[in-house]
């Protein structure tokens, strides 16, 4: 059973930046889809930025493109998020997420294709 955790949020101040760590643990003999989703009090949960299994980094959301930078570290298992100038409208608990499925699956993707999913990692942005 793969387990996702997430970690790296915190309290920064705006044009600050943080680095988000997801540590991927269970069955590393399968390859997954893997993506960072960010939900803020009140709203819908927001795909953010996401790479295939064969290593594939789709497009980012229009609300983090240019500041966000996705990676991963096959040999430490980990996916991160890399934010930089960051806004208070970034506020949100965000999330890990993988994906089984085969073919292309991307943070766009319908949301019940992503199965795994961490517990999050908060982050606030403001002065």
């Known amino acids: 059973q793969v387990q996702l955790v997430e970690s790296g949020g915190g309290s920064v101040l705006p044009g600050g930046s943080l680095r988000l760590s997801c540590v991927i643990s269970g069955n590393h003999n399968r390859k997954y889809n893997m993506a960072w989703f960010r939900q803020a009090p009140g709203k819908e949960r927001e795909g953010i930025a996401s790479?295939?299994?064969?290593?594939?980094?789709?497009p980012y959301a229009n609300s983090v493109k240019g500041r966000f930078t996705l990676s991963k570290d096959n040999a430490k298992n980990t996916l991160y998020l890399q934010m930089n100038n960051l806004k208070p409208e970034d506020t949100a608990m965000y999330y890990c997420?993988?994906?089984?499925?085969?073919?292309?699956?991307?943070?766009?993707?319908?949301?019940?294709?992503?199965?795994?999913w961490g517990r999050g990692t908060q982050v606030t942005v403001s002065s």
């Open positions: 997420a993988a994906s089984g499925y085969p073919g292309t699956i991307g943070h766009r993707s319908p949301l019940p294709l992503w199965t795994i």
């Open positions: 790479i295939e299994m064969n290593d594939y980094i789709h």
